[in-house]
């Protein structure tokens, strides 16, 4: 008697698996995305500035707090707008290397300097005059009533006038020059940071003590506070009641009794930083970006110790009135919190053999939209929620674009 056998074939079990996707091992990289309560959010986008259309060219600006006037630099002249005006004024039409401006009090009034050469403009907020002083500087501010500038030629020199930037007069409560120790490199900037003078070097930073009766004025400095590479002088701002600025390799930040790095370019996506601004505890500096191309904006919050990259590539930055704004092309806009985040998932494997994608999750307080690739071919979702997907893969990516709080993508599938 032959006996018959019923046979069976057990195919493997597949089981449910979800991905958290806004993790780091699954992100590959995230644009304008601001960290933010283990959320992220829209980083910074531009509004209207409020300033007329800028004349062509215009590669530096300057705000000047004491007369509420827009200085704008190009490669041949400088104009101003004051507040309220509806046009710019010329106020040179041939420009030497390096201008610069700076904020003081000459004759009771609260005048913005231009400084080309030889050559003073000064501009009281009522009336503008031309001067040649008989001194050239590289940069200069206003410290306990009096102006400090660096030589033009002596990089190591300080020059301090006698009340204002246009007094020369030597004597007992005159002008006078210090020669800063060569330790730390020439100077490239000079900062009134809280009772000190602060010199930004090439190298680091020199705190200049200016003290004593006019008949006993003294000025030294100690070339302390080292850095290990090269400082950038146009990326230097004052912000989060420290001196920010970057070098080849990072953000760094002067407190008066030391310098801390706070943010590394080292093996990441940003190089080449060029100019900065900052507002409050948000520094903004523009640098090459790996992904979005040269010239990019990178806002990094002091307080946070965390950045974010926006597609922006204003020619130059300036901090004015309501904040930081960014000169694009002949418009002045200013920086805000808000626009639109794009974050872009690794590509990812959800099983050794392949999987079956059920659904997508995604949690956002806005507008959102949701792409999935797979191997070329893409599904569209509009909007938060958990979107069906019923779609095989052994690979895929996933692309978020939104307009507010984004705190979940996950992606749950039959692996």
């Known amino acids: 008697m032959k006996l018959r056998y019923q046979k069976s074939t057990a195919?493997?079990?597949?089981?449910?698996?979800?991905?958290?996707?806004?993790?780091?091992e699954y992100t590959a990289r995230a644009d304008n995305?601001?960290?933010?309560?283990?959320?992220?959010?829209?980083?910074?986008?531009?509004?209207?500035?409020?300033?007329?259309?800028?004349?062509?060219?215009?590669?530096?600006?300057?705000?000047?707090?004491?007369?509420?006037?827009?200085?704008?630099?190009?490669?041949?002249a400088a104009y101003r707008i004051d507040e309220g005006a509806s046009a710019y004024t010329a106020m040179s039409s041939s420009l030497s290397a390096n201008p610069f401006f700076a904020d003081m009090y000459i004759n009771g009034y609260s005048t913005t300097v231009l400084f080309s050469g030889f050559t003073r403009v000064a501009f009281t907020g009522m009336a503008q005059d031309t001067a040649t002083d008989e001194k050239r500087f590289y940069t200069g501010t206003v410290h306990c009533g009096r102006f400090f500038a660096r030589d033009y030629l002596d990089k190591f020199k300080l020059w301090w006038a006698a009340s204002h930037a246009l007094d020369w007069t030597e004597g007992i409560s005159g002008c006078g020059y210090a020669i800063l120790p060569p330790e730390g490199?020439?100077?490239?900037?000079?900062?009134?940071?809280?009772?000190?003078?602060?010199?930004?070097?090439?190298?680091?930073?020199?705190?200049?003590?200016?003290?004593?009766?006019?008949?006993?004025?003294?000025?030294?400095?100690s070339a302390g506070y080292m850095t290990a590479d090269g400082i950038i002088a146009d990326t230097c701002a004052p912000c989060g009641g420290r001196i920010l600025f970057c070098t080849p390799s990072g953000i760094y930040a002067?407190?008066?009794?030391?310098?801390?790095?706070?943010?590394?370019?080292?093996?990441?996506?940003?190089?080449?930083?060029?100019?900065?601004?900052?507002?409050?505890?948000?520094?903004?500096?523009?640098?090459?970006?790996?992904?979005?191309?040269?010239?990019?904006?990178?806002?990094?919050?002091?307080?946070?110790?965390?950045?974010?990259?926006?597609?922006?590539?204003?020619?130059?930055?300036?901090?004015?009135?309501?904040?930081v704004y960014g000169v694009f092309g002949t418009s002045a806009l200013r920086l805000a919190e808000g626009g639109?985040?794009?974050?872009?998932?690794?590509?990812?494997?959800?099983?050794?053999?392949?999987?079956?994608?059920?659904?997508?999750?995604?949690?956002?307080?806005?507008?959102?939209?949701?792409?999935?690739?797979?191997?070329?071919?893409?599904?569209?979702?509009?909007?938060?929620?958990?979107?069906?997907?019923?779609?095989?893969?052994?690979?895929?990516?996933v692309t978020v674009t939104a307009s507010g709080r984004l705190s979940a993508v996950e992606l749950t599938a039959e692996v």
């Open 340 to 397: 639109q985040l794009v974050w872009r998932s690794r590509r990812l494997r959800p099983g050794s053999c392949g999987a079956y994608i059920k659904s997508i999750r995604v949690v956002c307080e806005g507008d959102v939209q949701t792409v999935l690739d797979v191997r070329g071919a893409s599904r569209t979702f509009e909007g938060a929620g958990i979107h069906a997907v019923n779609m095989p893969a052994d690979e895929l990516t």
């Open 33 to 76: 995305a601001r960290v933010r309560d283990g959320a992220l959010v829209p980083g910074t986008y531009t509004l209207s500035g409020g300033f007329p259309s800028l004349p062509a060219g215009v590669a530096a600006a300057y705000y000047s707090q004491g007369n509420g006037s827009l200085c704008l630099l190009t490669s041949s």
């Open 11 to 24: 195919y493997p079990a597949r089981g449910a698996k979800t991905f958290d996707l806004l993790k780091e």
């Open 254 to 323: 002067f407190d008066g009794g030391g310098i801390s790095r706070l943010y590394s370019f080292a093996g990441g996506r940003l190089s080449s930083p060029t100019a900065a601004a900052a507002c409050g505890d948000i520094y903004y500096v523009l640098c090459d970006d790996e992904y979005l191309g040269p010239g990019r904006l990178f806002a990094f919050d002091v307080s946070a110790r965390s950045g974010w990259v926006a597609d922006l590539a204003p020619r130059t930055l300036f901090a004015g009135e309501k904040g």
């Open 185 to 221: 490199g020439g100077v490239l900037r000079l900062f009134s940071f809280e009772d000190r003078l602060v010199a930004v070097r090439e190298r680091g930073m020199t705190v200049v003590r200016a003290y004593g009766d006019p008949e006993n004025f003294k000025v030294d400095g």
